[in-house]
């Protein structure tokens, strides 16, 4: 098919041009053309203007090195995993140009600064626009795993798992893909060593929330689903849990053991923390 696609290049991006097919390039008679290229598949004539038009079947493909590039990430995120109560959440997120343009009314940071409701509120509405994989761990099957894994190795499997699903939705990912660093690169690739499909050429960085929309947007995914099993668990207790791990988490915990023991617990509390000896031992 013959196609025609018209670009106005810089000054620099000429000179590329010209650099890259200097044996093809040939003068012309007209005098508003400063060059032309004929190429396998294409005709390329360079304007004095600035313009420059591609013809033939291979156009397209020519001229799209020369297109402005769209800017595409994908970035992910955990939370839950410094909170006593409640799931681990890890979410990994796609955004481009187009995408952001569509959340440029919303708070677009780190899940950390926005408040609980604000999260509630803004949550559904980047949902509708974004691609993403969201894992949920609740606690009973957080306490399983963590029995024989440490946390970060938790961690790692989880982010491979939610970059197999983004991958899946996306057919791939950007080159640009970001890990919120919690481990280094090395130790990452380790923990998950024996997976059978593991996501390479991530990049780690740590505070990457704050430095990467598609991180950020991660984080406030996660942070949602988190609070969403976070009510539920509420209402499944008719029981107020407060969040992280402090002298007030301490004293819920054990209001929380008096009232429905020990099994039941590990059902809403990631049973390893410290937290659980000091409510069992002063019950
Ligand atoms: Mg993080």
Request: hydrophobic share 40%.
């Amino acid at each position: 098919m013959n196609q025609t696609v018209s670009l106005s290049l810089t000054p620099k991006q000429i000179q590329d041009l010209k650099h890259q097919y200097a044996q093809k390039l040939a003068k012309s008679a007209n005098a508003y053309v400063d060059g032309m290229i004929q190429i396998d598949g294409c005709t390329i004539t360079i304007y004095t203007s600035g313009k420059v038009v591609m013809q033939g079947p291979e156009a397209q493909s020519i001229a799209s090195a020369y297109l402005p590039k769209l800017f595409a990430q994908a970035g992910s995120d955990e939370v839950g995993t410094g909170d006593y109560f409640g799931p681990v959440v890890v979410c990994a997120a796609y955004v481009d140009d187009k995408i952001m343009e569509k959340l440029k009314d919303l708070p677009i940071t780190d899940s950390k600064v926005l408040t609980d409701p604000v999260i509630l509120d803004i949550a559904p509405k980047i949902m509708k626009a974004v691609p993403y994989s969201a894992l949920i761990v609740e606690n009973t099957k957080y306490n399983e795993i963590q029995a024989t894994h440490n946390l970060n190795a938790i961690k790692a499997l989880l982010h491979n798992q939610a970059y197999i699903h983004l991958k899946k939705k996306l057919r791939d990912l950007p080159p640009l893909t970001v890990v919120d660093q919690f481990t280094p690169e090395g130790l990452y690739y380790r923990y998950i060593k024996d997976e059978p499909m593991i996501i390479r050429g991530l990049h780690f960085e740590t505070k990457a929330e704050s430095k990467y929309p598609a991180v950020a947007i991660a984080s406030i995914i996660a942070r949602y689903k988190f609070l969403k099993v976070w009510e539920k668990m509420e209402s499944d207790f008719d029981f107020t849990f407060p969040k992280g791990a402090s002298d007030l988490v301490d004293e819920a915990g054990r209001r929380f053991l008096d009232r429905f023991g020990e099994e039941k617990l590990h059902q809403v509390a990631k049973v390893h923390f410290k937290t659980t000896q000091k409510i069992k031992s002063t019950e």
